[in-house]
T-cell receptor
Framework: DTEVTQTPKHLVMGMTNKKSLKCEQH?????MYWYKQKAKKPPELMFV???????INESVPSRFSPECPNSSLLNLHLHALQPEDSALYLC????????????FGPGTRLTVT | GESVGLHLPTLSVQEGDNSIINCAYS??????FIWYKQESGKGPQFIID?????DKRQGQRVTVLLNKTVKHLSLQIAATQPGDSAVYFC?????????FGTGTSLTVIP
């Protein structure tokens, strides 16, 4: 199984809502990532978890809160988002952090109204 | 962040021709590079990688060339097919994280 799954595929939320994005992999990977991608732009790294511990936070606003409940799951909790947060949110995993191929999920298309 | 850029934002090629997508990187300490393909509505898909101790690596119909002297990376696709139409990103690994280039949109003309 070389698949990273993400749910939901699409999400529309208001600025006062609280929602969560979910990501799952069963490849035994120990590093997991959240990226944000705006239209026609490259993915931008948000967070990195290595061995279930937050390793990198790329100065992401606190309205985005990551969580890694176990080695297979990665969540991104959303609260009080702004319309400019609308984007494709990609999850990825790799064998370890560093010089390893990253496997990406299909992404969650988020729209903040 | 690091500067990883592509020379051409769009590229159109005839089906059956070879495609070359270029990428410039700025950090000479980068030691691992990946090319990704991203189709519309999908996440990036790994194509091929190369480490800094190599200057060429071949896969199925794809070749990556690395020129460390001028900090340049290229992806060559042989006999380009309609299914190759996508956005292609290069990514460099520095300090345990990847930085993505701006992307090149490849369109294959039947």
């Amino acid at each position: 199984d070389t698949e990273v799954t993400q749910t939901p595929k699409h999400l529309v939320m208001g600025m006062t809502n609280k929602k969560s994005l979910k990501c799952e992999q069963h490849m035994g990977h120990r590093a997991m990532y959240w990226y944000k991608q705006k239209a026609k732009k490259p993915p931008e790294l948000m967070f990195v978890y290595s061995y279930e511990k937050l390793s990198i936070n790329e100065s992401v606003p606190s309205r985005f809160s990551p969580e890694c409940p176990n080695s297979s799951l990665l969540n991104l909790h959303l609260h009080a988002l702004q319309p400019e947060d609308s984007a494709l949110y990609l999850c990825a995993s790799s064998q370890g952090q560093g010089e390893y191929e990253q496997y990406f999920g299909p992404g969650t298309r988020l729209t903040v109204t | 962040g690091e500067s990883v850029g592509l020379h051409l934002p769009t590229l159109s090629v005839q089906e059956g021709d070879n495609s070359i997508i270029n990428c410039a990187y700025s950090n000479s300490a980068s030691d691992y590079f990946i090319w990704y393909k991203q189709e519309s509505g999908k996440g990036p898909q790994f194509i091929i990688d190369i480490r800094s101790n190599m200057d060429k690596r071949q896969g199925q119909r794809v070749t990556v060339l690395l020129n460390k002297t001028v900090k340049h990376l290229s992806l060559q696709i042989a006999a380009t097919q309609p299914g190759d139409s996508a956005v292609y990103f290069c990514a460099e690994n520095t300090g345990n994280q990847f930085y993505f280039g701006t992307g090149t949109s490849l369109t294959v003309i039947p």
